[in-house]
């Protein structure tokens, strides 16, 4: 028995690795890769982009439907104050958004911090800045009658940074867009 198990442990070194008889294509698939945190935290943030823009123009199509924070999934803060404030606008007024604010080419992840340092003895959420160009230049307002609202149309393609926050990391679901701001550049 004691022989049986020598020869099994032997068969177990750094010569006699089952892959090495495999294909390299077959050997690369067998691997397993680790995630990186920041990679995680870059692609959930752009998502979050890609939804403020998709939800925007939901919500602004349809303001008196969104009247609470909790009904928007992907903001929160100044961010969903921000937009609850612009759809409770157009309610008073009678008027919609009409047409859709697009993205100029994929949302880039500028900068990552998954371990801030506080300030001023205040925590500060894991963030990811992320850069995208907002075309609104195919939207417009109408009133209640139809009727295009004149000099309501949506500004060309701009770069906006978007400051989106995660406050139960590590948990990848929970990234929201905290604010956005115009930024100088072009796109």
Not at 34 to 49: E, G, K, N, P, T
Not at 80 to 105: M, P
Request: aromatic share 4%.
């Amino acid at each position: 028995m004691v022989l049986a198990i020598g020869v099994v442990l032997a068969g177990c070194g750094d010569g006699d690795r089952e892959d090495e008889h495999l294909p390299p294509d077959l050997v690369d698939q067998s691997q397993t890769t680790s995630v990186d945190a920041d990679d995680v935290a870059s692609d959930r943030a752009r998502q979050r982009v890609y939804q403020w823009v998709s939800g925007r123009n939901t919500i602004l199509a349809q303001p008196d439907h969104y009247t609470t924070e909790a009904s928007i999934g992907f903001a929160e803060g100044t961010e969903a104050t921000a937009i609850l404030a612009d759809a409770a606008e157009l309610t008073v007024d009678k008027q919609t958004r009409q047409g859709e604010t697009k993205l100029v080419g994929d949302p880039t992840a500028t900068k990552i911090d998954l371990d801030p340092a506080p300030i001023k003895g205040t925590a500060i959420p894991p963030f990811v800045k992320v850069r995208a160009c907002i075309d609104e230049s195919g939207t417009h307002l109408v009133n209640a009658s139809g009727t295009k609202v004149k000099g309501s149309e949506g500004k060309g393609p701009r770069p906006v940074s978007f400051h989106v926050l995660n406050r139960s990391w590590p948990n990848t679901d929970t990234w929201r867009i905290a604010w956005q701001e115009d930024i100088k550049g072009s796109c």
